[in-house]
């Protein structure tokens, strides 16, 4: 078992440039969310989707953030328009049902926005 | 204010000491789970709890949803236990079935 797998591990891009993350749950888990870590805030949940279907994206910015899953096996993370403040870790996790089981986490992508 | 309040902030154990670790919930927790992201980022996770205690080697949690925290004891600590400890809840439908995260307790354990 690999374990939740994301790529990059690192990207830096420009200001107003797309950034896309990827990630893949653990083969056999249902959900998939994503969160934001930073220094100042920590760590924030963004959205989770359970059998692909997107089910609470209530930690997502309402601009330029976008989360498709579009099939069982990954998920996308898509931030367009790119601002400094974007710069963050971002944790990919995969459980077996929900958000009531065990979470497992990726390595995160390290996101640098200059 | 902090849904989920974590407590200390930062602490030096030196080996083979004993500590605990706490959280204090303002949600109401139904699950409880613990995380130590290690100095390479990876957050491992340690324990999910419903209320109620587990333990795993040096380690023992314990869940009490009605006076609202959860505590995590490391026994005997090891200089692989360093790294920042995270408790996180989920209070179903009030906190939209999300983990809500602590900020954090930072360890480091010395000689």
């Known amino acids: 078992n690999a374990g939740v797998i994301q790529t990059p591990r690192h990207k830096v891009t420009g200001k107003g440039q797309e950034a896309t993350l990827w990630c893949e749950p653990i083969?056999?888990?249902?959900?998939v969310f994503w969160y934001r870590q930073t220094i100042v805030q920590g760590l924030e949940f963004l959205t989770y989707?359970?059998?692909?279907?997107?089910?609470?994206d209530s930690g997502m910015p309402k601009e330029r953030f976008s989360a498709q899953m579009p099939n069982q096996s990954h998920s996308t993370l898509k931030i367009q328009s790119t601002q400094p403040q974007d710069s963050a870790v971002y944790l990919c996790a995969s459980s077996l049902t929900g958000p009531q089981d065990t979470q497992y986490f990726g390595p995160g992508t390290r996101l640098l926005v200059l | 204010g902090d849904k989920v309040k974590q407590s200390p902030s930062a602490l030096s154990l030196q080996e083979g000491t004993n500590s605990a670790l706490r959280c204090n919930f303002s949600?109401?927790?139904?699950?409880v789970q613990w995380f130590l992201q290690n100095p390479r980022g990876s957050l491992m996770n340690l324990f999910y709890?419903?209320?109620g205690t587990k333990e795993n080697g040096r380690l023992k949690s314990a869940f009490d949803s009605k006076e609202s925290y959860s505590t995590l004891h490391i026994r005997d600590a090891q200089l692989e236990d360093s790294g920042t400890y995270f408790c996180?809840?989920?209070?179903?439908?009030?906190?939209?079935?999300?983990?809500?995260f602590g900020q954090g307790t930072i360890l480091k354990v010395y000689l």
């Open positions: 083969s056999g888990h249902s959900a």
């Open positions: 996180a809840a989920e209070a179903g439908a009030s906190s939209g079935q999300k983990l809500v």
């Open positions: 989707f359970r059998n692909q279907a997107p089910i609470d």
């Open positions: 709890l419903v209320p």
């Open positions: 949600i109401a927790a139904t699950t």
